[in-house]
């Protein structure tokens, strides 16, 4: 709507002109955009002349992670929400704008409008850096139906660990008397936030007050991940189903056969408000020694790379304000951070489900954040693979992974405070050494070319060069630039949250951590080991579908078109059929297994089954090398065969002795392209598993991935990238070196 100031601006022109912010703070899909694209034309309106640019902060990467790449892209974004974990990483790194005067000195701003959320992103001066978009405390959400039949009352404040035991003990059954549990006590949580209460419940924390040492190791937190795995393991109490990665799929407590799901936050009360055949509700945490909770949180900050500091403070603010947060509290997706949405019937709705919502109001009291720490992600990324290994395999020391988990948090907050005191270089080192790459470039073409061609030919060559000249310009500014970039880098410390000028020089100190990284290591096992079984196995099975569908007829060709099909998909797409596929509790795979009487692996969730099932995943796309093999076979000189057929030679030995031989160029194209594929292996991992159980499948392009985008460390990743490179090359060269031995080329005649 018009307001004052735009009015009165009217008669002066438009003072915004020219100026625009750049938002990306919601999803397209999110019930809330609209209403997000009608704040921004109110603000334009406002702010006459202004553009107010709304960007959909989906797309093929994680919310957190589209943000990262335009910091370091130093592309302009005015306003946009980060997880309040993130927060210590943003602060320190300088990637945001203290907003605390631009706040302050808007009309009406008061903190007491807010609920008790605000310290998430105050900084150690107690400036405030964002304001909170929606938050949510870890409750726990139970089946009041399945309760009910096993004659227990819903949980209230105060109930204990013990009550919890007893309660799950009481809902877990064989329901149907084949022997195996279909009913569970509770569908356990098992990423580290959602552990964490466990730990604090019980006196203990993740790290001392000092922010320098973790605590993992000591008594309280083993005690609790002892109690996490008596669910799981000893008493067998609790499903596998709620791992980070399947929080978002059809579970076992949405299809009613879990009596309690959690610790897990508000989000859920978006998918579970369509559930319809039972009662569902949500109350406090057990506790053990003290009553506590952790908060999920995401806010509305201004990154360094805003153009108008003061003006994204201003519409940060009407975010985080009543009718924006009205509007979120109504949707449902989580607590609104302003006080007065929170305790409207906008979000105490008495007549949608959770009847107990005042709940994540009252935990409030007890609930904590993570510790505010410059790189919180990748001291869960450490714990991870420990954790999950502690509470998913069966054989598995807990005091051992503990002590594991304290000593790699141990290691890398020390190595955070030495990377701090690493000397800065020059503002220009990275432009020259993008620089110095060109330069070198272009002087060993001159030199290789330094004696001229003879006049006959310097036509031709300048036609050639004029041809190839787009190509040469996009390899040295997009390829070999930057690559030379990236491997001086290797041996810096850069976070992609600052811009070049804070790069850090580290010597060796990035190789020498190779040799050390238990990550990489097991990162390094898994990739090579999937690709040394998936390559030759898929060559294989191409070469077998196109030997059987070389003939042509309706049938051949509808076949092939089949098994090229998924060829064709997005890895995304293939992830998530194969996710349903494999789920070892509700899988498809394992319901055919049963009928025949086989009791199926627990692929996705075994460290020995999950990269025999990614194996398996990667046969389902072998169509395009099916049809590489399929126009190599139909271009065979038919003369040969026949002429074996006639001296007597069987299938196999016509198929061995002549057929495979004049394959020989077509199978080390398909060998190349398939080891360098398997070796760049992502988006499959990304989706399915995330690198889990423990670093099973964390496969090394993941590991770069996460070391420099959600670790923020671009030194490291750089060294991975090298070391991915060399892996690359060193085969490419052995199959080139070795291929003379086995590939033959058909001789050109000179009629």
């Given at each position: 709507m018009?307001t004052?100031a735009?009015?009165?601006?009217?008669?002066t022109?438009?003072?915004?002109?020219?100026?625009?912010?750049?938002?990306m703070v919601?999803e397209?899909?999110f019930?809330?955009?609209?209403?997000?694209?009608t704040?921004?034309?109110d603000?334009e309106?406002a702010?006459?002349?202004l553009?107010?640019?709304?960007?959909d902060q989906?797309g093929a990467v994680?919310?957190?992670?589209k943000?990262r790449?335009?910091?370091?892209?130093?592309?302009?974004l005015?306003?946009?929400?980060?997880d309040?974990?993130?927060?210590?990483a943003?602060?320190r790194?300088?990637?945001l704008?203290d907003i605390?005067?631009?706040?302050?000195?808007?009309?009406g701003?008061?903190e007491a409008?807010?609920?008790d959320v605000l310290?998430?992103?105050?900084?150690?001066?107690?400036h405030l850096?964002g304001l909170?978009s929606t938050?949510?405390p870890?409750v726990m959400?139970y089946?009041?139906?399945?309760?009910e039949?096993?004659g227990l009352?819903p949980p209230q404040a105060?109930?204990?660990?013990?009550?919890?035991?007893d309660?799950?003990?009481?809902?877990?059954?064989?329901t149907?008397?084949?022997g195996?549990?279909d009913?569970w006590?509770?569908?356990?949580?098992?990423?580290?936030?959602?552990?964490?209460p466990w730990?604090w419940?019980n006196g203990?924390?993740?790290l001392?007050?000092?922010?320098?040492?973790?605590?993992?190791?000591e008594?309280?937190?083993r005690?609790?991940?002892?109690f996490l795995r008596?669910?799981?393991?000893?008493?067998?109490?609790?499903?596998?189903?709620?791992?980070?990665?399947?929080?978002?799929s059809?579970g076992?407590?949405?299809?009613g056969?879990?009596a309690?799901?959690g610790?897990?936050?508000?989000?859920?009360t978006y998918?579970?408000?369509y559930?319809?055949d039972?009662?569902?509700?949500v109350?406090?945490?057990?506790?053990k020694l003290h009553?506590a909770?952790?908060i999920?949180m995401?806010?509305?900050?201004?990154p360094?790379?805003?153009?108008?500091?003061?003006?994204a403070?201003?519409?940060?603010?009407?975010l985080?304000?009543?009718?924006?947060?009205?509007?979120?509290?109504e949707?449902g997706?989580?607590?609104?951070?302003w006080?007065a949405?929170?305790l409207?019937?906008?979000?105490?709705n008495p007549t949608r489900?959770?009847?107990s919502?005042?709940?994540f109001?009252?935990?409030?009291?007890e609930?904590r954040?993570m510790?505010?720490?410059?790189n919180?992600?990748k001291?869960e990324s450490l714990?991870?693979?420990?954790?999950q290994?502690a509470l998913l395999?069966?054989?598995?020391?807990?005091?051992?992974?503990a002590?594991?988990?304290?000593?790699?948090?141990?290691?890398?907050?020390a190595?955070?405070?030495?990377r701090a005191?690493?000397?800065?270089l020059?503002?220009?080192a990275?432009e020259?050494?993008f620089?110095?790459?060109?330069?070198a470039?272009?002087?060993?073409?001159l030199?290789?070319r330094?004696?001229?061609?003879?006049?006959?030919?310097?036509?031709?060559?300048r036609?050639?060069?004029?041809?190839?000249?787009?190509?040469?310009?996009g390899?040295?500014l997009f390829?070999?630039?930057?690559?030379?970039?990236s491997?001086a880098l290797?041996f810096?410390a850069?976070?992609?949250?600052?811009?070049?000028?804070a790069?850090?020089?580290?010597g060796?100190?990035?190789?020498a951590?190779?040799?050390t990284d238990?990550?990489?290591?097991?990162?390094?096992v898994a990739?090579t080991t999937?690709?040394f079984?998936?390559?030759?196995?898929g060559?294989g099975?191409?070469?077998?579908?196109a030997?059987?569908?070389?003939?042509?007829?309706?049938?051949?060709v509808?076949v092939r078109?089949l098994v090229?099909l998924?060829?064709?998909?997005?890895?995304?797409?293939?992830a998530?059929?194969?996710?349903?596929l494999l789920?070892p509790?509700?899988?498809l795979?394992?319901?055919?297994?049963a009928?025949?009487g086989?009791?199926?692996?627990?692929?996705?969730?075994s460290?020995?089954?999950?990269?025999?099932?990614?194996?398996?995943?990667s046969?389902?796309?072998?169509g395009?090398?099916?049809?590489v093999?399929?126009?190599a076979l139909?271009?065979l000189?038919p003369?040969?065969?026949?002429?074996?057929r006639v001296?007597?030679a069987?299938?196999?030995?016509r198929?061995?002795?002549?057929?495979l031989?004049?394959?020989?160029?077509?199978l080390l194209?398909?060998?190349?392209?398939?080891l360098?594929g398997?070796?760049?292996?992502f988006?499959?991992?990304y989706?399915?598993?995330?690198g889990?159980p423990?670093d099973a499948?964390?496969?090394l392009?993941?590991y770069?991935y996460?070391?420099?985008?959600?670790?923020?460390?671009m030194?490291y990743?750089s060294?991975?990238?090298w070391?991915?490179?060399a892996?690359l090359?060193?085969l490419?060269?052995?199959?080139v070196?070795?291929?003379?031995?086995?590939?033959?080329?058909?001789?050109?005649?000179?009629g």
């Open positions: 018009w004052l735009a009015l009165a601006a009217l008669g022109g438009a003072p915004y002109e020219g100026r625009t912010l750049v938002v919601d397209k899909s019930e809330s955009w609209d209403v997000l694209q704040i921004a034309r603000f309106l702010h006459p002349g553009e107010v640019r709304v960007i989906g994680g919310q957190q992670d943000s790449f335009m910091l370091t892209g130093d592309l302009q005015d306003v946009t929400r980060i309040v974990t993130e927060f210590g943003f602060q790194e300088g990637a704008v605390d005067a631009h706040l302050r000195a808007l009309p701003f008061d409008n807010y609920l310290d998430g992103f105050r900084a150690a001066d107690g850096y909170p938050f949510t870890y959400y089946n009041r139906d399945l309760l039949r096993a009352a105060g109930w204990t660990w013990d009550d919890l035991l309660a799950c003990r009481k809902t877990t059954r064989d149907d008397g084949d195996a549990i009913q006590g509770i569908s356990l949580t098992q990423w580290l936030q959602a552990v964490v730990i419940q203990g924390d993740v001392d007050e000092t922010l320098t040492r973790s605590r993992l190791a008594p309280e937190a005690e609790a991940f002892r008596r669910l799981l393991h000893e008493e067998k109490l609790a499903s596998f189903d709620a791992t980070f990665e399947n929080q978002y059809q076992l407590f949405q299809a056969r879990c309690f799901y610790p897990v936050g508000y989000w859920e998918r579970f408000k559930i319809t039972f009662r569902w509700d109350a406090p945490l057990p506790r009553a909770t952790a999920a995401t806010g509305y900050v201004v360094r790379t805003s153009r108008d500091p003061a003006l403070a201003e519409f940060v603010a009407k985080a304000g009543p009718e924006y947060q009205y509007t979120l509290a949707i997706n989580g607590v609104p951070g006080k949405a929170a409207s019937t906008s979000f105490l489900a959770p009847e919502e005042q709940v109001l009252d935990v409030l009291g609930a954040f510790p505010s720490l410059a919180w992600r001291i714990c991870q693979a420990e954790l290994g395999l069966e054989r598995y020391d807990v005091d051992r992974a002590e594991r988990m304290a000593a790699k948090t141990d290691a890398f907050l190595s955070e405070e030495r005191a690493k000397p800065m020059p503002s220009f990275m020259a050494v620089a110095l790459a060109l330069i470039s272009a002087a060993a073409w030199a290789h330094a004696r001229a061609p003879a006049r006959v030919y310097a036509r031709d060559e036609s050639a060069l004029a041809l190839l000249a787009p190509w040469a310009v390899f040295l390829f070999l630039g930057p690559a030379a970039v491997l290797s810096c850069w976070s992609p949250l600052q811009s070049f000028d790069v850090r020089w580290s060796g100190e990035n190789w951590r190779l040799a238990d990550t990489f290591h097991a990162s390094l990739t999937y690709a079984a998936s390559v030759p196995l060559l099975l191409a070469l077998w579908l030997w059987l569908l070389r003939a042509e007829s309706t049938f051949a509808f078109t090229y998924p060829a064709i998909l997005s890895p995304v797409i293939v998530a059929t194969w996710r349903f789920d509790d509700r899988g795979a394992n319901q055919l297994l009928l025949i086989v009791e199926g692996p627990a692929w996705t969730r460290g020995a089954w999950v990269i025999p099932s990614y194996v398996l995943m046969l389902w796309g072998v395009a090398q099916m049809l093999f399929l126009a139909q271009a000189d003369t040969l065969e026949e002429a074996a001296d007597g069987g299938p196999w030995a198929f061995r002795h002549v057929v031989p004049q394959l020989g160029p077509v194209f398909n060998l190349a392209l398939g360098v398997a070796f760049q292996i988006a499959q991992a989706v399915l598993t995330n889990g423990g499948s964390r496969f392009v993941l770069l996460e070391t420099g985008f959600r670790h923020l460390d030194g990743a060294t991975l990238a070391v991915l490179f892996i090359g060193a490419c060269a052995v199959l070196a070795t291929s003379k031995n086995w590939v033959h080329y058909a001789a050109r005649s000179r």
